[in-house]
């Protein structure tokens, strides 16, 4: 078997150390990256509000529509 040189073993030290810092920078930057990541689904956030806030837009409309044909009956019946 050969003696390794003292050079040698260093450089390979190097690599290793420079192949961890590597490693390591790689995994900060796929953990950031998991970490930005947009949610599947965007927060449910107020729906029952916007639920009842809609619904009684359509109560509205009718309501509205139903004074509306009110109106014409009493102006048809005055004429």
Known sequence: M?????????????QEEF??????????????LCACS??????KIAESQREALDKAKAVSDAVNQQMLERNKQIDQQSE
């Open 38 to 43: 947009p949610p599947d689904q965007p927060p």
């Open 19 to 32: 192949m961890k810092a590597v490693f390591a920078i790689n995994l900060l930057v796929i953990a950031t």
């Open 2 to 14: 050969m003696p390794v040189s003292v050079a040698s073993r260093n450089s390979c030290l190097a």
